[in-house]
Antibody, heavy 123, light 110 residues
């Protein structure tokens, strides 16, 4: 069974930065696009996609809400996905999920999700 | 920023059927495959339906999906208490080049 294990979450001050990692195993990592999603705690319903990267790592996609502050990257030699988050704001507080796409490019749907990493932005 | 519209909640008695609608536009649902996800309390989402109506291995046939035009529907028959969860639809938007997800629907078994 595919495994995705996030790490790097924690408490960060407003304006600070953080790098999330996702260690992937039990599938050919470079064959699939990868994504990051987030979900604000205690806010009821809501799942927000925040970035995607192609299997090769050569193409990336972001929604306007995080463009310029978030950077997705991957190291296919280490089977690891990253999300660099800068200029953090209180509204970035959320559980961040690493998620495997069904295709080499995003759009095929997400077939596996990590357990999530909590990022709390607070002074 | 949810782009796809879902009803906030649906409910039914055990053994009954519920349907959840998901409404979008041409550039997302109209021209791309729709997936559905189940999120049990305190856990990560789980894929229920992909490519509009396909079930991954291990997903019971009580769950079904369909798509027509710019709308999609998830059906759950033989409702069980274990089906109480939040359900999300999702698809790619080929004009904006982003994933878009629904607002989410909470299913309650009465």
């Amino acid at each position: 069974e595919v495994q995705l294990l996030e790490s790097g979450g924690g408490l960060v001050q407003p304006g600070g930065s953080l790098r999330l990692s996702c260690a992937a195993s039990r599938f050919t990592f470079s064959d699939y696009a990868m994504n990051w999603f987030r979900q604000a705690p205690g806010k009821g319903l809501g799942l927000e996609w925040v970035s995607a990267i192609s299997g090769s790592g050569g193409s990336t996609w972001y929604p306007d809400s995080v463009q310029g502050r978030f950077t997705i990257s991957r190291d296919n030699s280490k089977n690891t996905l990253y999300l660099q988050v800068n200029s953090l704001r209180a509204e970035d507080t959320a559980v961040y999920y690493c998620a495997k796409d069904r295709w080499q490019w995003p759009g095929g749907g997400i077939d596996y999700w990590g357990q999530g990493a909590l990022v709390t932005v607070s002074s | 920023q949810s782009v796809l519209t879902q009803p906030p909640s649906v409910s039914a008695a055990p053994g009954q059927k519920v349907t959840i609608s998901c409404s979008g536009i041409n550039s997302n649902i109209g021209n791309n495959y729709v997936s559905w996800y189940q999120q049990l309390p305190g856990t990560a989402p789980k894929l229920l339906i992909y490519d509009n109506n396909e079930r991954p291995s291990g997903i019971p046939d009580r769950f079904s999906g369909s798509k027509s035009g710019t709308s999609a529907t998830l059906g759950i028959t033989g409702l069980q208490t274990g089906d109480e969860a939040d359900y999300y639809c999702g698809t790619w938007d080929s004009s904006l080049y982003i994933y878009v997800f629904g607002t989410g629907t909470k299913v309650t078994v009465l």
